[in-house]
């Protein structure tokens, strides 16, 4: 999580593979207890609009905006069983991976008109439409 300057409050959800890699200053690794928290559910919170207002809250104004280690602790985390969690997550994975099917059939749709504009101009002023 971004805890300093322009992107406070961004979030990414990394996955065991990249254990031991290291982050700056102006990130923190927020690595709950598996036993009472699933991470990827604790990430989807953060990046709510429940999570985010709560840590908007929490930052101070100053030359640079930061939050520090104890304000963040002061966050509030809805804990749902486990089991809630995970089949939450599942549900938001798949809502994820649909979101990200559109956009890339979004992309491609936009190229294809972009392409397809030249040539329909190029038609219209021969008189050929």
Do not use: C
Request: no cysteine; proline share 5%; net charge positive.
């Amino acid at each position: 999580m971004a805890v300093r300057g322009a992107t406070i409050g961004k979030t990414a959800f990394v996955s065991s593979e990249y254990a031991g890699f290291n982050i700056n200053a102006n990130l923190l690794r927020l690595k709950p207890n598996h036993k009472v928290l699933d991470g990827k559910f604790f990430w989807y919170f953060m990046k709510s609009a429940l999570g985010q207002n709560q840590f908007q809250q929490l930052v101070t104004s100053t030359a640079k905006q930061t939050i520090t280690v104890p304000n963040l602790k002061s966050i509030q985390v809805p804990v749902p069983p486990l089991e809630e969690q995970r089949r939450l997550v599942a549900y938001l994975d798949g809502l994820q991976a649909q979101v990200s099917a559109l956009r890339a059939a979004q992309s491609e749709t936009g190229k294809a008109l972009s392409a397809l504009m030249p040539s329909v101009l190029d038609r219209a002023f021969k008189g050929e439409l």
